[in-house]
C-alpha cells in the first residue's frame, strides 16, 4: 500500500472498544455525525481514555453520508454498535457518516500523540495531519493482519 505524497490523514478518537473491535476486525465501519471538510485518505485510530494511544491506522475504502436509517440498514451487521447505541448517537441528527475501513494495520506498540508529532493533542472530532505521519508509522512495527 503506497501512501501518496498529497494524501490527508485524520487523527479520530475512539473509544477503547470501538478501537478493539476495528483491531479485532468485527467493527469494519466508523460511525460519525458530521463528514471531514476535506478529502481524507487515511484514518488514524486513537484510542481514547483510559489508553490514551495510536493503536493502528487503516485507509478508507469508502465514505457514505446518508439519513441515519439508511447507514444503519446498510451497515448494522459491520458497524460493532447495537442499535440502542446507534440511535442514541444519532439522536437529533439528520445525516450520519459511515467510514469503511480497508487495508488496517495494527500497531505492534500503541504508541503516544507526542511521539507522532510534539504537543500533538487529542482532538475532540479530528484532527488532520500529513502523509508524513503516515510514512514514520509504516516504519514501525505491526502486528501482521489476515486478508
Known amino acids: 500500500m503506497a501512501i501518496r505524497e498529497d494524501c490527508d490523514v485524520a487523527l479520530l478518537p475512539i473509544k477503547p472498544h470501538f478501537a478493539s473491535a476495528i483491531i479485532d476486525g ?14 481524507i485518505s487515511h484514518i488514524l485510530i486513537y484510542a481514547s481514555s483510559p489508553v490514551q494511544r495510536v493503536v493502528g491506522y487503516f485507509r478508507i475504502a469508502k465514505i457514505r453520508r446518508d439519513a441515519p436509517a439508511a447507514i444503519w440498514e446498510t451497515y448494522h451487521d ?34 503516544s500523540l507526542c511521539t507522532i508529532k510534539r504537543r500533538l493533542r487529542a482532538p475532540q472530532n479530528y484532527t488532520y495531519l500529513s502523509a508524513a505521519v503516515l510514512r514514520r508509522l509504516r516504519k514501525r512495527r505491526h502486528k501482521p493482519q489476515p486478508n
Not at 468485527?26 to 478529502?39: G, H, M, N, T
Not at 440502542?84 to 488496517?104: C, K, N, Q, S, T
Open 78 to 111: 459491520v458497524g460493532g454498535i447495537s442499535a440502542e447505541e446507534f440511535v442514541a448517537y444519532y439522536d437529533g441528527a439528520d445525516a450520519a457518516v459511515a467510514i469503511e475501513v480497508r487495508d488496517l494495520v495494527v500497531l505492534d506498540r500503541p504508541i
Open 26 to 39: 468485527s467493527k469494519r465501519v466508523e460511525f460519525r455525525r458530521q463528514a471531514f471538510a476535506r478529502p
